[in-house]
């Protein structure tokens, strides 16, 4: 059983406009629940806006968060992997990268993300079921 990008993918994720203030951001994140937004379209994806960017570019700043814009702060170097990746390159190039998250696409598409936690657990359930496996073809028939 090989694990690929599209069967671990979250597709429940933020996606708000450059134009949003960084406060507007933040409680669209509060109240859904994310640690980060997809600035753009999920056609178009401009940029990513994380918790950390809010704290270092925002509020450690002493900045306004109703006056700055998400455009202003977020990281545009958007790192992706393709749906049909296997989970080797997708942890391949987390940890090159040293990224916590990556958006998932298909044909240009953002269809998701996956994050660390993400594939922590996915490959601890994978590990799981192998071992069963293992232990099921081991275990002697009489």
Do not use: C
């Amino acid at each position: 059983m090989v694990l690929y990008a599209r069967d671990i993918v979250e597709k429940d994720f933020l996606s708000l406009s450059e134009e949003s203030t960084v406060l507007e951001g933040a409680r669209a994140m509060k109240n859904g629940k994310h640690g980060f937004a997809i600035i753009g379209t999920t056609a178009e994806p401009r940029g990513l806006v994380t918790e950390w960017d809010i704290l270092s570019k925002v509020v450690a700043e002493g900045l306004d968060p109703q006056k700055v814009t998400l455009g202003e702060i977020m990281s545009t170097d958007l790192l992706s992997v393709d749906a049909g990746a296997g989970l080797e390159v997708v942890a391949q190039t987390m940890s090159d990268r040293g990224v916590r998250r990556l958006l998932v696409k298909d044909k240009g598409k953002v269809v998701g993300f996956i994050t660390s936690r993400t594939m922590l657990k996915r490959m601890n359930d994978y590990v799981g079921t192998v071992s069963s496996q293992i232990s099921k073809l081991q275990t002697p028939w009489f």
